[in-house]
């Protein structure tokens, strides 16, 4: 298994550009460490100025909304193909089963991924959808990390769908860094969520999305822009003065508006009053978590008196990935507030993934000789660019 780019806290080892903004040639971005620490803390405070009560905050939180809506460039209603799944290479485990998945988002368009559920389970079920972050090799949806969390979210009782980023896994029809980025893997995101919520065990009032790094960055805006999301786990993204080092993250202009400006923080507090839990660290942007961004969204929890619906874990010692025991608070808030059994996972009190079977890539691949792509598959930027007209 090919290690993550950011586990291994590489992140600052990505081109000097991503992180050196403002950009004078993009003046309507807000890209990578845009703000210092303290004009970004700053920055927010002054945001914090805008609203004194839930109908003020409501106010600015429709404009958020709406500024991500226009700067994406996402349309009322997109013209989504029928979802049409492929899914194939169903493996029975120990507690769970993992199966490869593929459904059309725009008509030629392959969201690619692996749909875990457990066994031994009945009545209807809790779904996790589980956006990745970067790494280096492209191969996130198979990286260790990625595949413990789904696996352990389904031994615990959740139907969980993990799907790759544009460029990476199997989803090879596009670069993954194409001008609009942020705009088709949000429309996959809403097309993965259409995926999960169709299957008939899923409970569609107990549905979550949890993602690292730009994963985390997919896992707010998702919910931000989805009322069906009702639990929200970003991980180790949700940064005042950063503002994601990727054009599929902050590639368009969904910060700055003519009407506005806003930043992460903000983006996530849209998931007032609904739980969420920021899990942070000291190795990377979200170092000032406890002290800067969570006090802010813990206000706007409290103009819904919902402040016991928001929690924070910060990892002061620890670097930039979803490892074990930032696994182990996401598996803990989520059993907490999907209903989940906890107990199919511990052992002596303590998260115990050693039945967790980790799998080759070509094990977990959707697109192989047996099962090739499907004819009607866009290839190339130009041409799935020209989808998103």
């Known amino acids: 298994m090919r290690s993550s780019f950011y586990t291994l806290g590489l992140w600052s080892l990505l081109p000097l550009a991503v992180f050196a903004q403002p950009n004078p040639d993009k003046p309507d971005l807000r890209q990578g460490a845009y703000f210092s620490e303290p004009d970004g803390a700053k920055a927010l405070q002054q ?91 492209q191969d996130a949806r198979f990286v260790e990390q990625t595949q413990q969390r789904c696996i352990t979210m389904a031994r615990m009782g959740a139907v969980v769908f993990v799907y790759d980023m544009l460029g990476y896994g199997d989803s090879k029809q596009c670069d993954h860094r194409i001008p609009e980025a942020a705009k088709l893997q949000t429309l996959n995101s809403i097309r993965a969520l259409d995926f999960l919520t169709s299957l008939p065990e899923v409970d569609q009032n107990r549905v979550a999305v949890s993602g690292e790094s730009g994963g985390g960055t997919q896992t707010f805006l998702l919910t931000a822009l989805d009322e069906r999301v009702k639990v929200s786990v970003p991980v180790v993204m949700v940064s005042a003065h950063f503002f994601g080092g990727c054009v599929c993250e902050s590639g368009m202009p969904i910060h700055k508006r003519p009407t506005h400006e806003t930043n992460n923080v903000e983006i996530a507090a849209l998931a007032a009053p609904h739980p969420m839990i920021l899990i942070s660290d000291g190795g990377d942007w979200t170092k000032n978590t406890p002290n800067v961004e969570y006090p802010h969204i813990r206000r706007i929890y409290g103009f819904y008196g919902a402040e016991n619906q928001l929690e924070q874990i910060h990892l002061a010692n620890e670097k930039h990935d979803y490892g074990p025991s930032k696994r182990a608070a996401a598996y803990r808030f989520l059993a907490k507030h999907l209903n989940l059994n906890l107990n199919r996972v511990l052992k002596n009190g303590e998260i115990d993934e050693s039945a967790n079977k980790l799998l080759p890539p070509t094990d977990l691949q959707v697109f192989n000789e047996a099962h090739p792509r499907p004819a009607n598959a866009v290839i190339g930027d130009e041409a799935v660019m020209a989808l998103l007209k």
């Not at 500024?67 to 049409?84: N, S, T, V, W, Y």
């Not at 749909?115 to 031994?120: E, I, R, V, W």
């Open 47 to 137: 945001c914090a100025e805008a609203y004194t009560d839930r109908a003020s905050w409501e106010k600015r939180a429709a404009l958020i909304r709406q500024g991500i809506r226009d700067g994406m460039k996402l349309p009322a209603k997109p013209a989504f193909a029928p979802l049409k799944p492929i899914r194939h290479s169903l493996r029975t485990m120990d507690g769970y089963t993992v199966e490869n998945v593929a459904f059309e988002s725009l008509p030629g368009f392959y969201v690619t991924g692996n749909l875990y559920k457990p066994t031994g389970v009945s009545g209807k079920t809790a779904a996790v959808l589980c956006p990745h972050g970067h790494t280096r090799d």
